[in-house]
């Protein structure tokens, strides 16, 4: 439910207020505070309350009931959009194109550390790289997991670019206190379990779209993560499974103005695993960038053909430079249209 209160009501009365909704009812109040109006978000049992009461209150100019299952997510909730801001003072969302770049897995020092510099240099500001590889085949490379972790350190020790970097289980997690922002893999989407830990942390949580997963469900799952308490959530559109086979996904383009008119948090695309062609990258980084994506996340590697995991879909630190330029040029356009 949603409560919009009348404009200029003292803070006092407004406390007062949300104090008698969660004294008789049994909900949690979510406050937006607008400039020029005050919403109250009401998540819980709202069944026992009546529309017309509460539309009668003094401080109340109208109640709305939200059919979204998604209600932390929503934008109704919060109609401004979400930034997440690093200590570092990097942004994700609100205006403006972050990108992450690195390779898909860490292979050794100085892979990481050589793609990190290259990438910085080219304008990333954000290092991707995974240590706990998600693979198909339990015989393929799984990455170099703790030691990988400590190398991610090492290149943003040099760089001073943060990490996003995925966990595959909440008994990874003290391994990642230093990570910066943690990638939720597609495969992990509806991992509920893991998601609820990660709602419990106070860091940026990357939550990437699963294969054949809904929009609506991809919501969900960041609700599961913002109801614990962490509402720093970036969403992902990583492409989905449809009949296609030429490309290894298909990238869902529509998705981005879709997820940013339902909600309030930042839309990243990853053109990388969309297409899982090399040669597809920029078209469609292009194309998420025009779109009003706030960042694309892409795997650079500095010798693709050697790449120890999805090396056909990687560009190389030249072929970024330029990708880095193009989108950097477009986004800026596309925000004084
Ligand atoms: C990755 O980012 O390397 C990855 C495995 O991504 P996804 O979960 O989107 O497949
Ligand atoms: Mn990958």
Same mark, same amino acid.
């Given at each position: 439910?949603?409560?919009?209160?009348?404009?200029?009501?003292?803070?006092?009365?407004?406390?007062?207020?949300?104090?008698?909704?969660?004294?008789?009812?049994?909900?949690?109040?979510?406050?937006?505070?607008?400039?020029?109006?005050?919403?109250?978000?009401?998540?819980?049992?709202?069944?026992?309350?009546?529309?017309?009461?509460?539309?009668?209150?003094?401080?109340?100019?109208?109640?709305?009931?939200?059919?979204?299952?998604?209600?932390?997510?929503?934008?109704?909730?919060?109609?401004?959009?979400?930034?997440?801001?690093?200590?570092?003072?990097?942004?994700?969302?609100?205006?403006?194109?972050?990108?992450?770049?690195?390779?898909?897995?860490?292979?050794?020092?100085?892979?990481?550390?050589?793609?990190?510099?290259?990438?910085?240099?080219?304008?990333?500001?954000?290092?991707?790289?995974?240590?706990?590889?998600?693979?198909?085949?339990?015989?393929?490379?799984?990455?170099?997991?703790?030691?990988?972790?400590?190398?991610?350190?090492?290149?943003?020790?040099?760089?001073?670019?943060?990490?996003?970097?995925?966990?595959?289980?909440?008994?990874?997690?003290?391994?990642?206190?230093?990570?910066?922002?943690?990638?939720?893999?597609?495969?992990?989407?509806?991992?509920?379990?893991?998601?609820?830990?990660?709602?419990?942390?106070?860091?940026?949580?990357?939550?990437?779209?699963?294969?054949?997963?809904?929009?609506?469900?991809?919501?969900?799952?960041?609700?599961?993560?913002?109801?614990?308490?962490?509402?720093?959530?970036?969403?992902?559109?990583?492409?989905?499974?449809?009949?296609?086979?030429?490309?290894?996904?298909? +990238?869902? @383009?529509? =998705?981005?103005?879709?997820?940013?008119?339902?909600?309030?948090?930042? $839309?990243?695309? %990853? &053109? /990388? *695993? #969309?297409?899982?062609?090399?040669?597809?990258?920029?078209? +469609?980084? @292009?194309? =998420?960038?025009?779109?009003?994506?706030?960042?694309?996340?892409?795997? $650079?590697?500095? %010798? &693709? /053909? *050697? #790449?120890?995991?999805?090396?056909?879909?990687?560009?190389?630190?030249?072929?970024?430079?330029?990708?880095?330029?193009?989108?950097?040029?477009?986004?800026?356009?596309?925000?004084?249209?």
């Amino acid at each position: 439910m949603i409560i919009v209160l009348k404009p200029n009501q003292q803070k006092g009365q407004i406390e007062h207020f949300i104090q008698r909704l969660t004294d008789n009812y049994d909900v949690q109040v979510n406050t937006w505070v607008g400039t020029h109006s005050t919403v109250l978000g009401l998540i819980g049992d709202t069944t026992a309350i009546d529309d017309e009461y509460i539309a009668a209150q003094d401080v109340v100019e109208s109640v709305r009931r939200v059919q979204e299952p998604y209600k932390k997510a929503n934008r109704k909730f919060h109609p401004d959009d979400s930034v997440i801001t690093l200590p570092g003072g990097q942004k994700i969302g609100g205006g403006g194109l972050a990108l992450i770049a690195g390779p898909c897995s860490v292979e050794s020092r100085e892979q990481i550390i050589g793609v990190a510099k290259s990438v910085q240099k080219s304008g990333a500001q954000f290092l991707r790289g995974g240590a706990f590889k998600p693979r198909t085949s339990p015989y393929a490379f799984q990455g170099m997991k703790a030691e990988g972790l400590e190398l991610l350190q090492e290149a943003k020790k040099e760089t001073g670019l943060p990490i996003v970097t995925e966990i595959m289980s909440a008994e990874h997690l003290p391994l990642f206190e230093d990570v910066d922002i943690i990638q939720v893999g597609a495969r992990n989407m509806q991992n509920f379990e893991l998601l609820k830990r990660l709602g419990k942390l106070n860091k940026p949580i990357l939550l990437k779209r699963g294969l054949a997963n809904t929009i609506e469900e991809l919501l969900m799952s960041a609700e599961y993560i913002m109801a614990e308490g962490n509402e720093q959530v970036i969403l992902c559109e990583r492409g989905i499974r449809t009949y296609e086979t030429i490309t290894r996904n298909t +990238l869902d @383009i529509s =998705a981005i103005p879709v997820l940013k008119r339902l909600s309030h948090l930042p $839309v990243i695309v %990853d &053109p /990388s *695993h #969309a297409s899982g062609l090399n040669w597809l990258i920029e078209p +469609l980084a @292009i194309a =998420a960038a025009a779109i009003g994506a706030d960042g694309l996340i892409i795997e $650079v590697h500095n %010798d &693709p /053909s *050697h #790449a120890l995991c999805d090396g056909a879909q990687s560009i190389t630190p030249a072929q970024f430079d330029l990708l880095s330029q193009k989108v950097t040029k477009l986004s800026q356009m596309v925000a004084t249209l």
